[in-house]
């Protein structure tokens, strides 16, 4: 018997989501969102059954359908509470980054979902590219030797009519700015890849070019990792005229490697002094390029949650990942403000916290 489905939240990303149900044969039994239209749009488009039922509110759909999976694609700023409302009717969830704008939201998340016996999974979904597989593989079976340092750039451009097609977009209470929003996703891959565990974060954002959102359109920081390691993080959506990269670089003892591409989806440089793979043969298998920025993740994210319901285990991207982006984000936020280096673990924060930190944005 195939599990019961339900999506929050019809809008931008939603489709993938859509997508990767129907191919992992999950019984979608209803759809939600404020906004009918949104929802019409997607059952015209994925041809979905009469037995796809549409709701407004989504407490009155849990209550009605009782799925066995969620997921949660709103705005950012109200994951949270929809994710704990969730939680208490039973559900198994799918995230949409960040998994929420609070810490102790995101804490909140992962102690009632555990009290609750549910899944949680984060949709960090470019863990699953193949290209950050095979690099994966490599930190695993430890060919880089000593990590001595990543790189994470998002170099990418958003415009006015961007953030005029949804208002809460750049918000500090829905949203946040470019590290939050488009970046978030190679923040993760990089704070994965390089231990996970961090010291202190040293950050810069400002507001260049987009005065009409509150939050930043650039962002830099540096990170020292517990295990002698450091990480670099350079996000913007200032890039002339279009979208430019993504990519992440780890330096090791005995190895240097480049993802790339729009989407950290291609090997751009694969090198190790044990010689296992032809770097050549390495670069032109793990090559991908998707339609857009969202790869082809989400797919084999969706079969990974379903497998971990069914076998009960964690998901191979869980909500403690997800916090752990969102900290670090975080922490780049709390060192800009405030100018100062900043320790980990962070228990308190929230983008909330930096309201009024740029000038007053232009209403849209």
């Known amino acids: 018997m195939n599990l019961s489905y339900a999506l929050i939240g019809c809008g931008r990303i939603s489709p993938n989501h859509i997508a990767a149900a129907i191919d992992n044969d ?5 759809l939600c969102d404020i906004e009918s239209n949104n929802m019409e749009d997607k059952i015209l488009k994925f041809n979905l059954s009469e037995m796809t039922h549409k709701y407004t509110d989504y407490k009155d759909m849990l209550a009605k359908e009782r799925p066995n999976i969620v997921a949660i694609c709103t705005e950012s700023g109200k994951h ?10 039973g559900c198994n969830l799918i995230i949409e980054k960040p998994i929420t704008l609070s810490l102790e939201e995101a804490d909140e998340i992962i102690a009632k ?3 609750k016996g549910v899944k949680v999974c984060a949709c960090h979904q470019n863990r699953f590219n193949k290209s950050i597989q095979k690099i994966r593989e490599a930190v695993d079976k430890k060919r880089f030797g000593r990590l001595f ?16 097609r949804a208002k809460w977009r750049g918000t500090w209470e829905q949203d946040g700015g470019a590290l939050m929003n488009q970046c978030i996703h190679n923040i993760d891959l990089l704070r994965w890849m390089m231990g996970d565990e961090i010291i202190e974060v040293v950050g810069m954002t400002d507001k260049l070019n987009h005065n009409y959102i509150d939050a930043e359109d650039l962002g830099i920081a540096l990170i020292r990792f517990k295990n002698g390691s450091y990480g670099i993080v350079e996000g913007t959506t200032n890039v002339y005229p279009h979208n430019l990269e993504e990519t992440l670089y780890i330096f090791g003892e005995k190895g240097t490697v480049k993802a790339g591409g729009e989407s950290v989806n291609v090997i751009e440089n694969w090198q190790f002094s044990d010689l ?3 770097p050549e043969e ?3 298998k793990y090559h991908e390029k998707p339609p857009n920025v969202y790869g082809f993740g989400h797919k084999p994210l969706y079969a990974d949650v379903i497998e971990a319901i069914k076998n009960d285990r964690q998901p191979y991207v869980t909500a403690e990942d ?6 670090l984000v975080l922490a780049i936020y709390k060192s800009a403000a405030e100018g100062v280096s900043v320790r980990l673990p962070m228990e308190k924060c929230s983008t909330i916290d930096f309201k009024g930190r ?7």
């Open 322 to 327: 997800g916090r752990r982006a969102l900290e």
């Open 149 to 164: 340092y990543s790189t994470a750039h998002v170099r990418w451009n958003r415009g006015y009519e961007y953030y005029a």
């Open 113 to 115: 979902a555990k009290d």
């Open 26 to 30: 999950l019984d979608i039994i209803a």
């Open 276 to 278: 296992l793979d032809d």
């Open 282 to 284: 390495v670069m032109m």
């Open 358 to 364: 740029f000038d007053e944005r232009v209403v849209l």
């Open 80 to 89: 949270g509470q929809i994710a704990l409302d969730c939680i208490e009717a």
